[in-house]
């Protein structure tokens, strides 16, 4: 059966960090672009960053630049989004997609997405 299982959500206090995971079952998560995205309460969902296939290409939106490094381990067939000096704002359910268009911008990223993980709470307080 093919699966994505994401997970490493949690409450953090703003300043804070977490590393989130998108396992896969059922199929290689190499040979896939794999993303990243968030939806928080009232809003619509939004790419968080991608990896490419093959060559590794990352890309990130503009409000995590500089904060959230995703990372791919072959050998774990899985996908990990380290985010760090979380700030309130990136509240959210975080989901992880495979097959998605991985370009800069990220805008389309969720069009051909074939498989989505079922989602992961992150909380940040004050």
């Known amino acids: 059966e093919v699966q994505l299982q994401a997970s490493g959500g949690g409450l953090v206090q703003a300043g804070g960090s977490l590393r989130l995971s998108c396992a896969a079952s059922?199929?290689?998560?190499?040979?896939?672009?794999i993303g990243w995205f968030r939806q928080a309460p009232g809003k619509q969902r939004e790419g968080v960053s991608c990896?490419?296939?093959?060559?590794?290409?990352?890309y990130y939106a503009d409000s995590v630049k500089g904060r959230f490094t995703i990372a791919s381990d072959n050998a774990e067939n899985t996908v990990y989004l380290q985010m760090n000096s979380l700030k309130l704002e990136d509240t959210a359910v975080y989901y992880c997609?495979?097959?998605?268009?991985?370009?800069?911008?990220?805008?389309?990223?969720?069009?051909?997405?074939?498989?989505w993980g079922q989602g992961t709470l992150v909380t940040v307080s004050s």
């Open positions: 997609a495979s097959d998605v268009i991985c370009i800069p911008g990220l805008q389309v990223m969720g069009m051909a997405a074939e498989y």
């Open positions: 059922g199929f290689t998560l190499d040979d896939y672009n």
């Open positions: 990896i490419s296939s093959g060559d590794k290409r990352r």
